[in-house]
Antibody
Framework: EVQLVESGGGLVQPGRSLRLSCAAS????????MHWVRQVPGKGLEWVSS????????VYADSVRGRFTISRDNAKNSLFLQMNSLRTEDTALYYC???????????????WGQGTLVTVSS | DIQMTQSPSSLSASVGDRVTITCRAS??????LTWYQQKPGKAPKVLIY???SLQSWVPSRFSGSGSGTDFTLTISSLQPEDFATYYC?????????FGQGTKVEIK
């Protein structure tokens, strides 16, 4: 059974940093691209970032580029999102998600975690 | 970036109704279009990929069509468990984008 378990969310002040983690199991983690998608409670889905199977390619939404860094550790079946210079508008539930392909182009998400809530507030 | 626009933003329907949701891309995305369903408090689930391919665990009352810029999700006979919010998403560009969502409510 595929499982994606996010952690690391919490309350943080604007301008500070936070690192999200996602522990993956139930599938060969190093065969698939991975994504972070966020959702403000009660609002729509926003794609945040993607990383391909071997970390050669990473992509970011305009809203987070230069502040967030996606990474993965295939030996530990883990995905990360380092979030720096956080803003109030980054407040959201952050989902870790598995791609159907090793690469991020032309594919889609087939499994999602349950999300970890990030609240940016003073 | 490619913009995805869904219509309507919400709709009310009865059990047994045929429901159609449209999604329009700001430029051609070929058939790189996925539909997801999300229920309150839950993570999204994939319904349709590559515009018209049904994900394995999804009932056949769901179908998708379209290519280029215009796409449709159809529920042939709405069931109680289908009341949810539906999102389209493009992966033609490496910068993925979602539509704003369509909430399907009980009439």
């Amino acid at each position: 059974e595929v499982q994606l378990v996010e952690s690391g969310g919490g309350l943080v002040q604007p301008g500070r940093s936070l690192r999200l983690s996602c522990a993956a199991s139930g599938f060969p983690f190093d065969d698939y691209a991975m994504h972070w998608v966020r959702q403000v409670p009660g609002k729509g889905l926003e794609w945040v970032s993607s990383i391909d199977w071997n970390s050669d390619n990473t992509v970011y939404a305009d809203s987070v580029r230069g502040r967030f860094t996606i990474s993965r550790d295939n030996a530990k079946n883990s995905l990360f999102l380092q979030m720096n210079s956080l803003r109030t508008e980054d407040t959201a539930l952050y989902y870790c998600a598995k791609d159907t392909s090793p690469n991020t182009s032309g594919s889609y998400i087939d499994y999602w975690g349950q999300g970890t809530l990030v609240t940016v507030s003073s | 970036d490619i913009q995805m626009t869904q219509s309507p933003s919400s709709l009310s329907a009865s059990v047994g109704d045929r429901v159609t949701i449209t999604c329009r891309a700001s430029q051609s995305i070929s058939r790189y279009l996925t539909w997801y369903q999300q229920k309150p408090g839950k993570a999204p689930k994939v319904l349709i990929y590559a515009a018209s391919s049904l994900q394995s665990w999804v009932p056949s009352r769901f179908s998708g069509s379209g290519s280029g810029t215009d796409f449709t999700l159809t529920i042939s006979s709405l069931q109680p468990e289908d009341f949810a919010t539906y999102y389209c998403q493009q992966s033609y560009s490496t910068l993925w984008t979602f539509g704003q969502g369509t909430k399907v409510e009980i009439k």
